[in-house]
């Protein structure tokens, strides 16, 4: 074996596979960063189990009901049109962590492509994304999530397009970066050396390098995605009534602040708290998986 078959070929050292649990160990010792994932964790659960708990119907209306403050039968009280908050909240979280994770997939499944080939291979190809890239990025991320669900039509499938798309430069931007960082390293030196396609070298050595920020990146921008779903439903672009979504049950709630103020608090306080939460682990992560870190 050749000294540039050994720079490429280096077996994994103790330190190398110690790194995963190093990092698990430090997020673990993270207290903000457990208290974000059991935020996201606990309405995680409330999505999933939505469906199989004795709830009322989310849609059904009971004029009997209307506006009702919380009590035993509706413990988070009822909207406009009697029907029950709890069951709608419950429901309405499938919809807002759907819209965040998916929206941010889009993006990530977009943008990281083209960021890596931006940052690899550079030239006119680099330029070209560049400019496409910096002429997203001129434009504020929810006016751009505006037009183009306007543009795609009200639903909440269009909604997660647009943020996915809107959300999309931030990606392409931060691997471009990292890659170019990358790129110079004496092992990727040596793979291009041994003959490796450009393919292989960006999949086995590039890409697992710069995941770390990759995955900090969309841990914060599902917060920013979640935030956004809920402004587009508010406005009348993404979940539909009479479906549930935290957006539009604020929507509905602006009109009735001082009748019936349980209405609005809700779900605000949920879209505060998974914020937060999103927000709380994403800091972890970076602490975490940042390698100057002790």
Request: aromatic share 8%; proline share 6%; charged share 10%.
């Amino acid at each position: 074996m050749t000294a540039i078959d050994q720079v490429v070929a280096t077996p994994i050292t103790s330190t190398e596979q110690r790194a995963p649990s190093r990092a698990w160990r430090k997020l673990k010792a993270n207290k903000g960063a457990l208290v974000g994932l059991t935020i996201i964790a606990f309405f995680a659960i409330l999505a999933i189990i939505a469906p199989l708990l004795p709830l009322p119907d989310p849609n059904a209306t009971s004029w009997s009901t209307i506006r009702k403050a919380p009590s035993a039968a509706h413990w988070l009280g009822t909207d406009d049109i009697g029907r029950d908050i709890l069951s709608r909240m419950m429901w309405g979280a499938q919809a807002s962590l759907m819209a965040g994770v998916f929206s941010v997939a889009i993006a990530v499944l977009i943008g990281v492509p083209f960021g890596l080939i931006s940052g690899y291979f550079g030239g006119w190809i680099d330029m070209i994304i560049s400019r496409i890239t910096e002429a997203f990025l001129a434009m504020p991320f929810l006016i751009t999530a505006i037009a183009l669900a306007a543009f795609l039509g009200p639903s909440l499938s269009n909604a997660m397009i647009a943020i996915g798309l809107s959300a999309m430069p931030i990606f392409v931007r931060l691997t471009r970066g990292q890659v170019l960082a990358v790129k110079t390293e004496e092992y990727i030196e040596g793979a291009r050396s041994i003959g490796l396609r450009h393919f292989s070298i960006i999949t086995r050595y590039i890409l697992p390098n710069v995941f770390a920020p990759i995955l900090v990146q969309a841990t914060l921008t599902i917060a920013t995605a979640i935030i956004a779903e809920a402004s587009l439903s508010f406005l009348g672009l993404g979940q539909q009534p009479p479906a549930p979504s935290w957006g539009s049950m604020l929507n509905v709630a602006k009109n009735f602040l001082s009748q019936a103020p349980w209405m609005a608090m809700w779900p605000g306080i949920a879209i505060f708290l998974v914020v937060i939460g999103f927000n709380l682990l994403g800091d972890g992560l970076r602490d975490a998986l940042d390698p100057r870190e002790a």
